[in-house]
T-cell receptor, first 114, second 112 residues
């Protein structure tokens, strides 16, 4: 399977704990995006990378959110000191530069904060 | 700023009925337009796209035409099937942006 993969698919945590999600993009894609999707809404952009450079992070929801893509391949999204309002689906997507921003999405990680 | 407005759902149709899901957009430049579909329990899948005015995107019997004059990208299918039951999202990517802006989604249920 050469699509975008995400791990874990589901995460249940207690308020105040830290969580980390992983995304593996399509191998030849140089752009990687993170989105958040809450119930009944469309995905909301958080941040993106081109290779290992994080080119946009102003949309990250708070300073508790951070993302990395250290070698320009997989990426991680970390949420520190989780809150109940962080419960959502976290989506990763990847694309090739210049392809009209046609993004391919992974299955998502569903986070539940108790 | 950039935004997408989608027809509110849910939409329930009988099999073989005609489908239209309305989508209008606001963008500062000349965006690319997309329809994504999310089947139950699955991730978002690109259904079709159009990158310039008057382009028609099509896939799996679905079509949408990029109408610059009405800033619209309505999704249509002539004869829906039960397997088309899903949530459909309209999205845009402005030439100056690097992310997608999504509508709120329209849930379609097709009954036999």
């Amino acid at each position: 399977d050469t699509g975008v993969s995400q791990d874990p698919r589901h995460k249940i945590t207690k308020r105040g704990q830290n969580v980390t999600f992983r995304c593996d993009p399509i191998s030849e894609h140089n752009r990687l995006y993170w989105y958040r999707q809450t119930l009944g809404q469309g995905p909301e952009f958080l941040t993106y990378f081109q290779n290992e450079a994080q080119l946009e992070k102003s949309r990250l929801l708070s300073d508790r959110f951070s993302a990395e893509r250290p070698k320009g391949s997989f990426s991680t999204l970390e949420i520190q000191r989780t809150e109940q309002g962080d419960s959502a689906m976290y989506l990763c997507a990847s694309s090739l530069v210049g392809q009209y921003n046609e993004q391919f999405f992974g299955p998502g990680t569903r986070l539940t904060v108790l | 700023g950039d935004s997408v407005t989608q027809m509110e759902g849910p939409v329930t149709l009988s099999e073989e009925a005609f489908l239209t899901i309305n989508c209008t957009y606001t963008a500062t430049g000349y965006p690319s337009l997309f329809w994504y579909v999310q089947y139950p329990g699955e991730g978002l899948q690109l259904l079709l796209k159009a990158t310039k005015a008057d382009d028609k995107g099509s896939n799996k019997g679905f079509e949408a035409t990029y109408r610059k004059e009405t800033t619209s990208f309505h999704l249509e299918k002539g004869s829906v099937q039960v397997s088309d039951s899903a949530v459909y999202f309209c999205a845009l990517s402005d030439a100056g942006a690097n992310n997608l802006f999504f509508g709120t989604g329209t849930r379609l249920t097709v009954i036999p």
